[in-house]
């Protein structure tokens, strides 16, 4: 999406009140245009606005709060405190941070669980100006003494609505309390869940509200497709999907044994891949979400409770082999997709049975999912009990890729 500037043509990061030091390290970067989630976020941000920033995922969210944190660190004594649901997120946060801190000779640290506490001490001793943690590390470091929270003057919680569907509601309002009442903070979201609204009310002031598109909104540039097919099935039709696509693909599985049979499958029929779940140590994750970027691995098997971290701009195919569990969290899988101005495709399997949760997520997209047919496999139809009413209208104006 272009913006328009308002004293005329394309928007650029100039006239958002960004400082000199920082458009420099942003053009070397080549960031040129603005997402609309920035450039609507940034100029309040700077001005020491609390703000509550709506925006689906992969829309450039990070650097939302990203630039103004280091803007307003740079001028004034104080931590800034971001905190993410996974580990993966909260290492992308940090290094996202730390190419804009250092250019001001700041020092950052990453709190997440699964690592060695020892070395993330030794990153507090340093007195870093900004801390990235994931709630639960974080109390651990407070209970110890490492992390002493009254310092805090800019707080973020990323990711807002995962961290309370991963049950860190107790952790966050623990944290809350433990901060200075005068600070910014910064919340940010795909979705506006009500509990997210009593943090907001709480917690913050006055906080302006940025949504740049609505709960359930999807890319227009990813296009969708459903296969109705038996659970026993699944794995022959993945056999004809990946050798229909030729991209990178990333599959969604409900469970992380269920992931660790696919990705055993995937290598039977002489693909690479890998898996990324909760499961797996920090370094095994890590290990799999680089070779997955640098190509290593073709296909990367992951479960929910992972995939807010994957931030990779080159996914051709996104591959719901087990339908989610909520039909938001299909909004943010597919999202995984069709990123920093790509095209993508997203394929869904749905049981028969599974009439009702694909009526769900239609209902929350607005939108039906077209349901495709293989030539080589005889494929199902939904049982009469669960068949989804008719659309409101079809998801995009052109027909998903079919197959040949």
């Not at 009500?194 to 509200?209: C, G, N, Q, V």
């Not at 994750?285 to 691995?297: D, N, T």
């Not at 139809?381 to 040949?404: H, L």
């Amino acid at each position: 999406m272009k913006l328009d500037n308002p004293v005329g043509g394309e928007a650029t990061f100039y006239g958002l009140g960004i400082a000199p030091k920082i458009l420099d390290i942003l053009g070397r970067m080549n960031f040129r245009v603005p997402t609309p989630i920035q450039f609507k976020a940034i100029p309040l941000a700077i001005a020491g606005k609390d703000i509550i920033g709506i925006a689906q995922t992969g829309t450039g969210k990070t650097h939302s709060f990203a630039i103004p944190m280091i803007q307003r660190l740079a001028q004034k004594e104080g931590i800034g405190l971001v905190l993410a649901p996974t580990r993966e997120l909260a290492i992308q946060i940090n290094e996202a941070c730390q190419v804009l801190a250092h250019a001001f000779g700041m020092k950052t640290a990453c709190l997440i669980g699964g690592a060695p506490m020892e070395p993330q001490v030794q990153a507090l001793r340093k007195d870093p100006r900004l801390v990235i943690a994931t709630p639960g590390r974080l109390i651990d470091h407070m209970s110890q003494w490492n992390f002493l929270p009254d310092s805090v003057v800019m707080l973020v919680l990323d990711e807002a609505d995962r961290m309370l569907d991963m049950g860190f509601a107790p952790q966050i309002e623990k944290i809350l309390r433990f901060l200075p009442k005068e600070r910014q903070t910064m919340l940010f979201s795909a979705t506006m869940p009500r509990e997210i609204m009593d943090i907001a009310s709480k917690y913050m002031k006055l906080p302006l509200s940025v949504e740049i598109a609505p709960s359930g909104t999807t890319s227009e540039r990813v296009t969708q497709e459903l296969f109705i097919v038996k659970k026993e099935r699944k794995i022959q039709l993945l056999k004809k999907v990946l050798a229909q696509y030729h991209g990178s693909v990333l599959l969604f599985s409900r469970t992380k044994y269920n992931a660790r049979k696919i990705v055993r499958s995937i290598r039977e029929m002489k693909y690479s891949a890998s898996e990324i779940h909760s499961n797996r140590s920090l370094i095994q994750r890590r290990e799999a979400l680089e070779g997955f970027k640098s190509g290593k691995y073709r296909v990367l098997v992951a479960t929910d409770i992972a995939s807010r971290g994957i931030d990779v701009t080159a996914i051709e195919l996104v591959i719901n082999f087990d339908l989610p569990e909520d039909a938001e969290s299909y909004v943010h899988r597919i999202g995984r997709t069709a990123r920093a101005g790509h095209r993508g495709h997203a394929i869904s399997f749905a049981t028969p049975d599974q009439g009702k949760d694909v009526r769900n997520i239609e209902k929350l997209i607005n939108a039906t999912l077209p349901i495709s047919k293989h030539p080589e496999l005889t494929l199902d139809k939904f049982s009469e009990t669960t068949r989804p009413k008719p659309p409101q209208k079809p998801t995009n104006p052109r027909n998903p890729r079919r197959f040949r």
